[in-house]
C-alpha cells in the first residue's frame, strides 16, 4: 500500500497500487505450507479426475434436462390427469349436487324445526299483543304527558299571552309609533309633496318627453321594418313546420295502433295470470298450508309435550332417584366405617414403620463404611492395571502410528475433494459450451425458420384476415346485439306500459304525494329544466 500526499490541494489521498487479493488467494494464504509430494501427487490427479468426472457431468447435465422435461411435460400433466380431473369431476358432478341437496333439505328442516314456528308465534301472538300494549301504552303517554300540557296551554298560557300581548302592542305604539306617525303625517309630508311634485315636474319635462320624442320619430319606423322581415320569415318556417308535423302525426298513429294492440294482449295475458295465480294459491293453501297447521297444533304439538314429560319422568325414576338413595343409605355409611378403619390402621402401621427404620439406619451406615472401604481398595488395583495394559499401548500407537498416518490419509483425500470440486466446474463450463452449442444449432434448424415464417408469412396474413374479415364480422354482430338490445327495450316498455294501464284500470289512479314545504332551490323545475327524450320548442313539441 503507497500513500501520495498531494501538497496543493491540502488533501491526502490513498492510492491502492497493488491488486486485491481473491477469495481463493486468501484460502490458499490461509493454508499452512505443502511440501513437494502434495505438489507432485495434485496435477496427476487432477487430470484423471477431469477425465473421469467430464462424461459423468455430460451425462449428469443431460439426465437432468430429460427429467426436467419429462417432469414439466409428462409427469405433471399425467398426474393432473390422473388425479386432479377426477376429483375435480367427482366434486363438481357427484359430491357438490349432493351437498346441495343435504344443505337444502337441512335448510328446509331447520326453517321447519326452529324458523316458522317463531315467525307465527311472532306473526300471531307476540305481534298483535305488542300493537295492544303500544295503543295502551301510547294512550297512557297521552293521558299523562301531553294532554295536561295542552290543556294548559290552550285554556290558561295562550289567553294570558294573547291578552300580554295586546298590552305590550299598545304601549309599544303608544311610546314608538304613533308619535312618529304624527311627525310624518303634519310636518314632513307636506314638505315631501312638495319636493315630489318639483321633481316629477323636471323629470317629465326633461327625460320622458325626449324619450318619447326619440321612441315616436326614430325607433317605431326601424320596429315596423324589422316587424314586417319576421313576419315573411316566420310564415316560412311556419309552412316547413306544418309539413313535417304532418309527417310525424301519420307515423305517430301507426306506432300508436301496434302499441294498442300489444298492450291489449299484454292485459289478456297478465289477467290470465292472476287468475291462474290465484287458483294456484287457493288450491296450496287448502291442499298443503291447512292440513300441516291442523296436524302440527293438534297432533304433533300435544304428542311432543307428552313424550317429553313421561321422558324426564322415567330418566329421574331410572337413573336419578336409585343413585340418590343409594348414595344417601349404603355407599355414605360404608365410606366412613372404612375411613375410620383405615385411620387407625395407618396409625399403628407408622408407629412401627419409623422403629424398623430407625434399627435399618444403624446397621446400613456399618455395612456402607465396609464397602466404601473395599471398594477403594479394588479400584485403585483396577485403575492401574487399566492404565498400563489399555492406555499406555493405545497412546503410544495413536502418537507414533496413526497420527502420521491420519495426516497423509488426510493430504490424500483433500487433494482428491479438491480435485474433484474443480474437474466438476471444468466440466459444468465445457457441459454449458456443448449445451450452447446444441442450443444454438436447434435454434438455427428450426428456431429461425418457424420465426421467419410466423414474421413474414403468418403475420400479414393474420392481419389481412383480421381487418378483412374478423373486425367487419365482429362490427356486424355487434351492430346486431345493438338492434335487438333496442327491440327488446321497446317491447319491454310496451309491456310495462301495458301493465301500467291494467293496474291504473283495477285499482285507480296513484294518489297524488303533498308538495314539500320547503321546495330545493338548486335544481330548476320540470318546466325549466332541459329534457333529452321532449322537446319543448313551438316547431318540434308534440
Given at each position: 500500500?503507497?500513500?501520495?500526499?498531494?501538497?496543493?490541494?491540502?488533501?491526502?489521498?490513498?492510492?491502492?497500487?497493488?491488486k486485491h487479493?481473491?477469495?481463493?488467494?486468501?484460502?490458499?494464504?490461509?493454508?499452512?505450507?505443502?511440501?513437494?509430494l502434495?505438489?507432485?501427487?495434485?496435477?496427476?490427479?487432477?487430470?484423471?479426475?477431469?477425465?473421469?468426472?467430464?462424461?459423468?457431468?455430460?451425462?449428469?447435465?443431460?439426465?437432468?434436462?430429460?427429467?426436467?422435461?419429462?417432469?414439466?411435460?409428462?409427469?405433471?400433466?399425467l398426474?393432473?390427469?390422473l388425479?386432479?380431473?377426477?376429483?375435480?369431476?367427482?366434486?363438481?358432478?357427484?359430491?357438490?349436487?349432493v351437498a346441495?341437496?343435504?344443505?337444502?333439505?337441512?335448510?328446509?328442516?331447520?326453517?321447519?324445526?326452529?324458523?316458522?314456528?317463531?315467525?307465527?308465534?311472532?306473526?300471531?301472538?307476540l305481534?298483535?299483543?305488542?300493537?295492544?300494549?303500544?295503543v295502551?301504552?301510547?294512550?297512557?303517554?297521552r293521558?299523562?304527558?301531553?294532554?295536561?300540557?295542552?290543556?294548559?296551554?290552550?285554556?290558561?298560557?295562550?289567553?294570558?299571552?294573547?291578552?300580554?300581548?295586546?298590552?305590550?302592542r299598545?304601549?309599544?305604539?303608544?311610546?314608538?309609533?304613533?308619535?312618529?306617525?304624527?311627525l310624518?303625517?303634519?310636518?314632513?309630508?307636506?314638505?315631501?309633496?312638495?319636493?315630489?311634485?318639483?321633481?316629477?315636474?323636471?323629470?317629465?319635462?326633461?327625460?320622458?318627453?325626449s324619450?318619447?320624442?326619440?321612441?315616436?320619430?326614430?325607433m317605431?319606423?326601424a320596429?315596423?321594418?324589422?316587424?314586417?322581415l319576421?313576419r315573411?320569415?316566420?310564415?316560412?318556417?311556419?309552412?316547413?313546420g306544418?309539413?313535417?308535423?304532418?309527417?310525424?302525426?301519420?307515423v305517430?298513429?301507426?306506432?300508436?295502433?301496434?302499441?294498442?294492440?300489444?298492450?291489449w294482449?299484454?292485459?289478456?295475458?297478465?289477467?290470465?295470470?292472476?287468475?291462474?295465480g290465484?287458483?294456484?294459491?287457493?288450491?296450496?293453501?287448502?291442499?298443503?298450508?291447512?292440513?300441516?297447521?291442523?296436524?302440527?297444533a293438534?297432533?304433533?304439538?300435544?304428542?311432543?309435550?307428552?313424550?317429553?314429560?313421561?321422558?324426564?319422568?322415567?330418566s329421574?325414576a331410572?337413573f336419578?332417584?336409585p343413585?340418590?338413595?343409594?348414595?344417601a343409605?349404603?355407599?355414605?355409611?360404608?365410606?366412613?366405617?372404612?375411613?375410620?378403619?383405615?385411620?387407625?390402621?395407618?396409625?399403628?402401621?407408622?408407629?412401627?414403620?419409623?422403629?424398623?427404620?430407625?434399627?435399618?439406619?444403624?446397621?446400613?451406615?456399618?455395612?456402607?463404611?465396609?464397602?466404601?472401604?473395599?471398594?477403594?481398595?479394588?479400584?485403585a488395583?483396577?485403575?492401574?492395571?487399566?492404565?498400563?495394559?489399555?492406555?499406555?499401548?493405545?497412546?503410544?500407537?495413536?502418537?507414533?502410528?496413526?497420527?502420521?498416518?491420519?495426516?497423509?490419509?488426510?493430504?490424500?483425500?483433500?487433494?482428491?475433494?479438491?480435485?474433484?470440486?474443480?474437474?466438476?466446474?471444468?466440466?459444468?463450463?465445457?457441459?454449458?459450451?456443448?449445451?450452447?452449442?446444441?442450443g444454438?444449432?436447434?435454434r438455427?434448424?428450426?428456431?429461425?425458420?418457424?420465426?421467419?415464417?410466423y414474421?413474414?408469412?403468418?403475420?400479414?396474413?393474420?392481419?389481412?384476415?383480421?381487418?378483412?374479415?374478423?373486425?367487419?364480422?365482429?362490427?356486424?354482430?355487434?351492430?346486431?346485439?345493438a338492434?335487438?338490445?333496442?327491440?327488446l327495450?321497446?317491447?319491454?316498455?310496451?309491456?310495462?306500459?301495458?301493465?301500467?294501464?291494467?293496474?291504473?284500470a283495477?285499482?285507480g289512479?296513484?294518489?297524488?304525494?303533498p308538495?314539500?314545504?320547503?321546495?330545493?332551490?338548486?335544481?330548476?323545475?320540470?318546466?325549466?329544466?332541459?329534457?333529452?327524450?321532449?322537446?319543448?320548442?313551438?316547431?318540434?313539441?308534440?
Amino acid at each position: 500500500m503507497t500513500r501520495i500526499r498531494m501538497p496543493r490541494s491540502g488533501v491526502c489521498e490513498d492510492m491502492d497500487w497493488e491488486k486485491h487479493p481473491t477469495p481463493a488467494e486468501h484460502a490458499t494464504a490461509e493454508r499452512p505450507p505443502e511440501g513437494c509430494l502434495v505438489a507432485a501427487i495434485r496435477i496427476p490427479v487432477r487430470i484423471v479426475v477431469l477425465v473421469l468426472v467430464v462424461p459423468i457431468r455430460l451425462a449428469w447435465d443431460a439426465v437432468a434436462a430429460g427429467g426436467r422435461v419429462v417432469w414439466r411435460r409428462g409427469l405433471v400433466p399425467l398426474a393432473r390427469a390422473l388425479f386432479v380431473v377426477p376429483w375435480v369431476w367427482l366434486w363438481r358432478r357427484v359430491l357438490a349436487p349432493v351437498a346441495r341437496s343435504v344443505g337444502a333439505a337441512l335448510t328446509w328442516l331447520g326453517r321447519a324445526l326452529f324458523v316458522w314456528p317463531w315467525m307465527a308465534l311472532w306473526g300471531y301472538v307476540l305481534a298483535p299483543v305488542g300493537r295492544a300494549v303500544a295503543v295502551a301504552l301510547r294512550w297512557l303517554g297521552r293521558a299523562l304527558f301531553v294532554w295536561p300540557w295542552v290543556a294548559l296551554w290552550g285554556y290558561v298560557l295562550a289567553p294570558v299571552g294573547r291578552v300580554v300581548a295586546v298590552a305590550l302592542r299598545w304601549l309599544g305604539g303608544a311610546l314608538f309609533v304613533w308619535p312618529w306617525i304624527a311627525l310624518w303625517r303634519y310636518a314632513l309630508s307636506p314638505v315631501g309633496c312638495g319636493v315630489r311634485a318639483v321633481a316629477l315636474w323636471v323629470w317629465w319635462k326633461g327625460v320622458v318627453a325626449s324619450v318619447a320624442w326619440w321612441f315616436r320619430c326614430v325607433m317605431t319606423p326601424a320596429g315596423h321594418g324589422i316587424a314586417w322581415l319576421g313576419r315573411g320569415f316566420w310564415a316560412g318556417l311556419a309552412f316547413v313546420g306544418r309539413g313535417i308535423g304532418r309527417l310525424a302525426s301519420v307515423v305517430r298513429s301507426g306506432v300508436a295502433g301496434v302499441g294498442r294492440g300489444i298492450a291489449w294482449l299484454a292485459r289478456g295475458l297478465a289477467a290470465a295470470g292472476r287468475a291462474l295465480g290465484a287458483g294456484v294459491a287457493a288450491l296450496l293453501r287448502a291442499l298443503v298450508v291447512v292440513p300441516a297447521v291442523w296436524f302440527y297444533a293438534h297432533a304433533l304439538a300435544p304428542f311432543g309435550r307428552g313424550t317429553a314429560t313421561a321422558v324426564i319422568w322415567l330418566s329421574k325414576a331410572l337413573f336419578v332417584w336409585p343413585w340418590v338413595w343409594l348414595h344417601a343409605h349404603a355407599l355414605a355409611p360404608v365410606g366412613r366405617a372404612t375411613a375410620l378403619v383405615l385411620k387407625l390402621v395407618g396409625t399403628s402401621l407408622a408407629l412401627a414403620g419409623r422403629a424398623l427404620g430407625a434399627g435399618l439406619t444403624w446397621l446400613g451406615r456399618g455395612v456402607w463404611s465396609g464397602l466404601a472401604w473395599l471398594g477403594r481398595g479394588i479400584w485403585a488395583v483396577v485403575v492401574t492395571l487399566v492404565r498400563w495394559i489399555f492406555v499406555v499401548p493405545a497412546v503410544a500407537l495413536r502418537r507414533w502410528v496413526l497420527v502420521p498416518v491420519g495426516r497423509a490419509v488426510v493430504v490424500l483425500v483433500r487433494e482428491i475433494c479438491d480435485a474433484l470440486g474443480h474437474a466438476w466446474r471444468v466440466a459444468g463450463h465445457v457441459s454449458r459450451a456443448v449445451g450452447r452449442l446444441l442450443g444454438r444449432l436447434l435454434r438455427w434448424i428450426f428456431v429461425d425458420p418457424v420465426r421467419w415464417a410466423y414474421r413474414t408469412v403468418c403475420t400479414p396474413l393474420g392481419h389481412l384476415v383480421r381487418d378483412s374479415v374478423w373486425r367487419p364480422a365482429a362490427r356486424a354482430v355487434k351492430d346486431a346485439g345493438a338492434a335487438a338490445r333496442q327491440a327488446l327495450a321497446a317491447a319491454r316498455e310496451s309491456v310495462r306500459q301495458a301493465r301500467a294501464d291494467v293496474r291504473r284500470a283495477l285499482f285507480g289512479a296513484k294518489r297524488a304525494e303533498p308538495q314539500a314545504l320547503v321546495k330545493d332551490r338548486r335544481e330548476p323545475g320540470a318546466s325549466q329544466a332541459r329534457t333529452l327524450g321532449s322537446s319543448t320548442t313551438a316547431l318540434t313539441k308534440d
